[in-house]
């Protein structure tokens, strides 16, 4: 009988990483998906659209939870993801990344002794002030099966105990962009769309909570960006959380070309034609690198300390770039196909849920 995975995703990056793993599952008979969308992310441009160009399943079940503080937002999410869980009792429950839907999924799935496993596990900032250390931290240490992008989030997971179903799987991030890559170069319009030379612009993005919660900061990150509009456009696909911060704190960034969020085939249409990236994104700096274009991190610190390492990322206030390499440790593009293998290999014991 196939496995059920429960698969809870709710943000724009989620959306993108369970597309890689989704079409994986499709093609084998042994797992087969239950996907749960709890509504965290839910503007047709931030959600509908990741479904509908990356062939995501509609999912079973949408709760539709937004808004309110992390608190009240996740402690929504706990009550309507366990309900989904206990009707379905699923095999597994597949969490990404690190938002509050992960740390939702996690928890739930725990609680009710159903195994967890994690996509990106690992990766730390080392600063508990950004919700989504605090995130990941839990997740991981609720998870059954850990899937680790690179080398240094098995040590991190090693420094906090973390030893036992830890796998070096690779990127699922670098999955999507061999899929979305050759797609956005067929159906893409956006570089005519905006009237866009490939090599002459920027693409920025922001939207961390330590970039747009502080007035101050994001007025800084802006003007950084207005003076980089000097020397070339830079386009900048505004999240609803920047959107709604530049408006309270009544910032017009001067020069910048801001745009509405956009799809992912046109985001990676956009990434290929970029002369350089800037963002505080943690999936932008690894697509800036599988493009192989230059990035500079606006943050005083990152998860990927691999592309500062080899050269192709900086962080804003940091060192110039270093020496160029490749960084090798993402894998070849089918880091699902390893997760799954991964998942349906793995001997969960006879502890039944508590269901
Ligand atoms: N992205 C997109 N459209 C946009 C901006 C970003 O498709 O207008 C994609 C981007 O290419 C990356 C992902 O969204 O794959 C990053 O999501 P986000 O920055 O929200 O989250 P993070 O990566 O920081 O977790």
Known sequence: MALRLMTVVGARPQFIKAAAVSRAIAARDDIAEIMVHTGQHFDDNMSKVF??????????????????????????MLGALEAVMREERPDWVLVYGDTNTTLAGALDAAKLNIPVAHVEAGLRSFNRRMPEEINRVVADHLSTLLFCPTVQSIKNLEREGITSG?????????????FAAARARERSTVLDNLRLEPGG????????????DDPDQLRA?????????????????????????????????????????????????????AAAVYTDSGGLQKEAYFH???????????????????????????????????????????AAGRILDDIARHDVGTARPHL
């Open 51 to 76: 479904f509908d160009e990356l062939d995501i399943p509609a999912p079973a079940f949408s709760l539709d939870i937004h808004g309110g503080s992390h608190g009240d937002m996740t402690g929504r």
């Open 166 to 178: 830890v796998h070096h799987v690779g990127d699922v991030m670098y999955d999507a962009t061999m």
């Open 201 to 212: 612009y920027a693409l920025a993005t922001i939207h961390r909570a330590e970039n747009t």
């Open 221 to 273: 990150v802006m003007g950084w960006l207005s003076d980089k509009a000097k020397e070339r456009t830079v386009v900048f696909p505004v999240h609803p959380r920047t959107r709604d911060a530049l408006a309270r704190a009544g910032i017009v960034p001067q020069g910048v070309a801001m745009i509405d969020p956009v799809g992912y085939l046109d985001m990676a249409r956009l990434l290929d034609g």
């Open 292 to 334: 192989r274009k230059p990035c500079v991190t606006l943050r005083s610190e990152t998860e990927w300390t691999e592309l500062v390492e080899c050269g192709w990322n900086r962080l804003w206030k940091g060192p110039d770039y270093g020496p160029r390499r490749d960084v090798t440790e993402y894998g070849d593009g089918d």
